[in-house]
C-alpha cells in the first residue's frame, strides 16, 4: 500500500504559478502522475513521469506550461504550473500506476494509489 500526500493548492491570479508536491509513503518504482476533477465531470489526466523520470506525457491542454518532475530520494513527485488560467481551477490528485515505464495512455480507472487531492483556484 502506497499514501500519497499532495500539497501546494491554493489561490492564484491568471497567469500566475503554483508548485503541487506529492510525498509518497514509501518509495515507488512506478509511474507517478497528476489526475484533476471539477464539480460535475470525471476525473481527467494532467500528466505523468516513469519511474526514472527520462519520459513524461501531457494533457494537450497544460503542454508547455505545465512541467512534472520527481525526486525518487524524497519520494515526491512535483508539478509546476505555469501561465496558469481559469479553466486550470479543479483539485489536483496525485496518483501511482505500478508500471516503471510510461504507459502509452492512462485514465483514471487505471490508476493504483490515490492522494487525498489539493485545491487549486485560478482567479480571473
Known amino acids: 500500500q502506497v499514501q500519497l500526500v499532495e500539497s501546494g493548492g491554493g489561490l492564484v491570479q491568471a497567469g500566475g504559478s503554483l508548485r503541487l508536491s506529492c510525498a509518497a509513503s514509501?518509495?515507488?518504482?512506478?509511474?507517478m502522475g497528476w489526475f484533476r476533477q471539477t464539480p460535475g465531470k470525471e476525473r481527467e489526466f494532467v500528466t505523468a513521469i516513469s519511474w526514472s523520470g527520462g519520459n513524461t506525457a501531457y494533457a494537450d491542454s497544460v503542454k508547455g506550461r505545465f512541467t512534472i518532475s520527481r525526486d525518487n530520494a524524497k519520494k515526491t513527485v512535483y508539478l509546476q504550473m505555469d501561465s496558469l488560467r481559469t479553466e486550470d481551477t479543479a483539485d489536483y490528485y496525485c496518483a501511482v500506476r505500478k508500471v516503471m515505464i510510461l504507459p502509452a495512455g492512462w485514465g483514471p480507472s487505471e490508476v493504483d494509489y490515490w492522494g487525498q487531492g489539493t485545491q487549486v483556484t485560478v482567479s480571473s
Open positions: 514509501t518509495r515507488t518504482n512506478y509511474a
